[in-house]
């Protein structure tokens, strides 16, 4: 899904979900899963972007 933010996930659930090969108990779970239960739970495996230094402007 190329990482998008929790809030966005939860909308492509609904897609993906059923192609997932997992019990029909946790495709339920999957569908009633909060956005912020999503960035929680994914917070550990999403790949941190580092900040970007912006030059002083004197």
């Known amino acids: 899904m190329d990482q998008p933010c929790g809030i966005r996930m939860k909308d492509m659930l609904s897609i993906w979900v059923p192609y997932l090969d997992v019990s029909d108990e946790v495709q339920q ?9 999503i960035d929680r739970s994914l917070k550990e495996f999403k790949v941190k972007a580092g900040k970007k230094v912006r030059p002083l402007l004197y």
């Open 29 to 37: 779970q999957l569908k009633t899963i909060s956005a912020a239960s």
